[in-house]
């Protein structure tokens, strides 16, 4: 029985339809990241904001979980695991894995900017949408942008630092504070393996790599986990 941390990025959803951000047809090649993803966008222009969450979580809606999601599903057979993700689609969860932590929150979370107050969000959310608890027109997605603090970071740091295993699944490694994880890893002496398309920024500081597919090497790779359990 190990314990298993597993980090997700946008790349474990690509094969179930959801758009990743940096390739050639990435979101942020459609949309200034300082338009739909800053606190600051959305005070400009909350309309344009609202609609491409809507977009995104419309997508997420008609996608199905992937190999990638259920084999992490099928890991917790033999291993402690916890899937740390960047993404804000339920596909892991809907993949059968459990407490999953979504350090950039949820497409399926509203967030009212002027109390705080929590709600699970409509499918459509729209400006005008009052908060339920203070009653302001102040909905936003439950998502942290730019220039935010990730949700949950000190449960990360006390997964990564019990861990034995460290794994990076489908992130290109741009975005802080998670393309910290493996230097973290690494200095508590903690092994580190990378399982993504082709090799992400932080790829040098992995002890291992696979690179392909994540319907196909994720499974492979959980498949020698089982067996060797
Ligand atoms: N299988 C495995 N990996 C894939 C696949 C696939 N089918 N398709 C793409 N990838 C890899 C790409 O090679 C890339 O390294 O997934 C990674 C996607 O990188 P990004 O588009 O940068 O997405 P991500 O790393 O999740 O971005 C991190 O940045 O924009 C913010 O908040 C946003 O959570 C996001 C964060």
Redesign the pocket.
Known sequence: MARIVVLT????S??SGIR????AD?L?EDHR?EDV?TPEGFARDPELVLRFYNERRAAAAAAEPNAAHRALARLTQAHQVTVVT??VDDLHERGGSRGVIHM?GTLNGALCARCGHRWTAPRVMQVTDPCPACGAPASRPDIVWFGEMPYRMAEIWQALRAADLFVSI??????YP?AGFVADARHAGIATLEL???P?AGSRLFDAARHG???QIVPAWVAEMLAAA
């Open positions: 990025g946008a790349g474990i690509a094969e990743t951000f940096r390739a990435g942020w990241i993803a960047q993404n950039h489908g992130t290109s490694g741009n975005v998670a993504n398309l082709e992400s597919p994540a319907t």
